[in-house]
């Protein structure tokens, strides 16, 4: 079992930048592959960014692609996303998750564990 917890999320202008956190406790974070996925109201959860186990790969949706970075400390057992230049658009709850596996997925039902989310309002 892994237990993760997000934070920093909050409301923030166009244009703006935000950075969200994920502790993560419980088992081995450095054997999960960790990704972040958003919902925004009446939208399906979707994929945001994952990263692999040691930090060295990572993958992104088109739409994050080139304004947010997602990078781990293992030592830490923490996750980030870094969020730049946030448009209206990315208003969601984020949410980290935790794949136990060293193949990066892009679908949320190939993670096994979920924070509950952090809310991120960007105004335009």
């Known amino acids: 079992q892994v237990q993760l917890v997000e934070s920093g999320g909050g409301l923030v202008q166009a244009g703006g930048s935000l950075r969200l956190s994920c502790a993560a406790s419980?088992?081995?974070?450095?054997?999960?592959?960790m990704g972040w996925f958003r919902q925004a109201p009446g939208k399906e959860r979707e994929f945001v960014a994952a990263?692999?186990?040691?930090?060295?790969?990572?993958n992104y949706a088109s739409s994050v692609k080139g304004r947010f970075t997602i990078s781990r400390d293992n030592a830490k057992n923490s996750v980030i996303l870094q969020m730049n230049s946030l448009k209206p658009e990315d208003t969601a709850v984020y949410y980290c998750?935790?794949?136990?596996?060293?193949?990066?997925?892009?679908?949320?039902?190939?993670?096994?564990?979920w924070g509950q989310g952090t809310q991120v309002t960007v105004s335009s």
């Open positions: 419980g088992r081995t974070f450095s054997d999960y592959v």
């Open positions: 990263i692999n186990l040691s930090g060295s790969i990572t």
């Open positions: 998750a935790g794949r136990f596996s060293s193949r990066i997925l892009i679908g949320r039902n190939d993670y096994q564990y």
